[in-house]
């Protein structure tokens, strides 16, 4: 009925440009808990003169229509190829997408790890109204785009406390941590995520990604790989300067040394440098954050930021995803972040 009211008002005669007709059912879900949906039905273009352009096939992908019930295995494929369709991910025959998943297995796009936490997090009482967020991530501006997590995560649950100086490590500490959470909501929640940044570069080097105006593409994340890279070429803690300013850096490079000749030694030793760097971060957030702020639960959330090349949204790497409340034993969330298996 629609559809047919729809064909006789419109036409092609407003120019020599395309009018572009998008027709189907709208699927109210119940909210908050799910999105609303949409049964396309029609999607063409049409233009004075020319034929009319059918696009519906765009909205088939068979590689999301196996029966999992028999092939089990395949889900997980099936939901990368998902978001690739949704141009969240890369296509599965790209560079990017191949060491993505080669060396960051179950890495997901930021706006869906965001939208699982979410929904994850409102069974347990967390609201926009009783929740205060806290992140620390790495300052580098290619994290503070619109398709980041943090960004994502911001734009929902509210204000954010920033902790992660250069590599995402909190730097602010038990000091920050304190001030932070005594301004938490009465009986309110706190959610912090937090993890280093490592960036993948249109042929696939992991570590590398093209800068806005620049020809040349550059590392990231460029601390860590500058520690590191000290660290290679003989750095100790005897070369420290005592006065030196830059004590952000020292403490990757302390942090760093033990490991690089490890690293080194790996496959792809930029990516091994950023799982390290996650425990770098991950053990100075445990030694910030405490419970005893109320009632409410601590949200950590966890993992690597991988930044792509424009046009692909960052993704993350969840690590950690748990529950933690004064006197009660941590509830380990991370299984709901896995891909389906």
Not at 16 to 23: D, E, F, K, T
Not at 129 to 151: H, K, R, W, Y
Not at 193 to 217: L, M, N, T, W, Y
Not at 264 to 280: F, G, I, K, V, W
Request: aromatic share 10%; charged share 20%; glycine share 10%.
């Amino acid at each position: 009925m629609v559809k047919d009211r729809m064909l006789r008002i419109v036409n092609t005669k407003f120019g020599s440009g395309r009018l572009v007709l998008i027709g189907g059912i709208q699927l109210n879900m119940p909210y908050p808990e799910f999105d609303d949906h949409f049964l396309p039905l029609m999607f063409e273009v049409r233009q004075e003169g020319e034929a009319t352009i059918d696009l519906m096939d765009t909205f088939s992908n068979i590689s999301t229509q196996q029966d999992l019930t028999r092939s089990p295995w395949a889900s997980v494929g099936a939901q990368r190829e998902v978001f690739a369709w949704m141009s969240w991910s890369p296509p599965a025959q790209s560079p990017v997408y191949q060491s993505l998943h080669k060396f960051f297995p179950g890495a997901l796009p930021g706006e869906a790890v965001h939208r699982r936490s979410m929904q994850v997090l409102l069974k347990y009482g967390f609201t926009s109204e009783n929740t205060l967020l806290g992140t620390s991530f790495c300052p580098d501006e290619i994290n503070n785009q619109s398709d980041c997590m943090a960004v994502y995560l911001q734009d929902y649950w509210g204000e954010v406390f920033p902790m992660g100086g250069i590599s995402g490590t909190p730097f602010t500490g038990k000091t920050g941590f304190g001030a932070f959470s005594s301004h938490v909501a009465d009986e309110g929640n706190i959610l912090v995520a937090f993890g280093p940044h490592v960036g993948i570069s249109e042929d696939g080097e992991v570590g590398k990604i093209p800068r806005k105006g620049q020809a040349k593409i550059s590392s990231a994340c460029g601390a860590v790989i500058g520690a590191y890279n000290a660290c290679q070429s003989g750095w100790t803690e005897d070369s420290t300067d005592e006065e030196s300013y830059d004590m952000q850096m020292d403490f990757c490079k302390r942090q760093i040394a033990p490991h690089s000749e490890a690293i080194s030694r790996t496959e792809n030793p930029m990516a091994a440098l950023s799982h390290q760097s996650y425990y770098m971060v991950k053990d100075s957030m445990m030694q910030s954050v405490n419970t005893k702020f109320g009632n409410g639960y601590l949200c950590l959330l966890g993992g690597i930021q991988i930044n792509l090349p424009p046009g692909i949204p960052d993704h993350f790497y969840p690590v950690t995803f748990e529950l933690r409340k004064e006197g009660e034993p941590t509830i380990d969330l991370i299984r709901e972040m896995r891909e389906f298996s």
